[in-house]
Structures are given as structure tokens and as C-alpha cells.
Nanobody
Framework: QVQLVESGGGLAQPGGSLRLSCVTS????????MGWYRQAPGKQRELVAA???????NYADSVQGRFTISRDSAKNTVYLQMNSLKPEDTAVYYCNAKIPSATINYWGQGIQVTVSS
């Protein structure tokens, strides 16, 4: 059974930091591109950051230079370090695991991140 379990969300002040973690099970971690998406109220889900099995990364323009995605293959875990948080980063964040060349795509349950003073 495939599971992606997010943790580390919550409330942060503008300019603050949070680190999200996504622990995976039931997949061969090294085969998957891992990503973080987010969805704010009334908006579509958007890609925040992704890291391939070869550790190539890409970021949304809105988070470039502030967020860092990383993978730990020993722990089957992907992280999202979020610095210099802004109120517009408020959203539900979802962990994603996919094999781009195949129709294999898994999602976590989502975790709330709220940036507010």
C-alpha cells in the first residue's frame, strides 16, 4: 500500500520558516520524481517544487530563492524548507510522487500552512 504522509505544517509569521516532511512507503523511492504542490482557497493546485531521482530540481517563480526541496533516499523522505514566508504562501501543501513516463501518480493527504501575524 502506497502512503505519503506529510508533517511540519502549521502557523508561521511573515518572514519566518517552516520545514515540511513527506515520508513515503510502498514505493521504490529512487524511481520517483518527488514534488510539493499547494492549493490556496479558490485557486487551482500549483507546483511549488520538484526533485527528480537524479536530484534535478525546479521551483515555481514565486518561491525561487526562498524554498528548497531535498530528498533523503535512506529515509524515503522528501523535504521542503520554506524560508522568508509570506502571507501568500498560505495554502494546503501536498506531497506528490510520480513517474513522469508512466501513469503513476500518488498524493499525500495535504497539510495546512498558514502565514499570518
Amino acid at each position: 500500500q502506497v502512503q505519503l504522509v506529510e508533517s511540519g505544517g502549521g502557523l508561521a509569521q511573515p518572514g519566518g520558516s517552516l520545514r515540511l516532511s513527506c515520508v513515503t512507503s510502498g514505493i521504490v523511492f529512487r524511481q520517483f520524481t518527488m514534488g510539493w504542490y499547494r492549493q490556496a482557497p479558490g485557486k487551482q493546485r500549483e507546483l511549488v517544487a520538484a526533485a527528480t531521482s537524479g536530484d534535478n530540481t525546479n521551483y515555481a517563480d514565486s518561491v525561487q530563492g526562498r524554498f528548497t526541496i531535498s530528498r533523503d533516499s535512506a529515509k524515503n523522505t522528501v523535504y521542503l524548507q520554506m524560508n522568508s514566508l509570506k502571507p501568500e504562501d498560505t495554502a494546503v501543501y501536498y506531497c506528490n510522487a510520480k513517474i513522469p513516463s508512466a501513469t503513476i501518480n500518488y498524493w499525500g493527504q495535504g497539510i495546512q500552512v498558514t502565514v499570518s501575524s
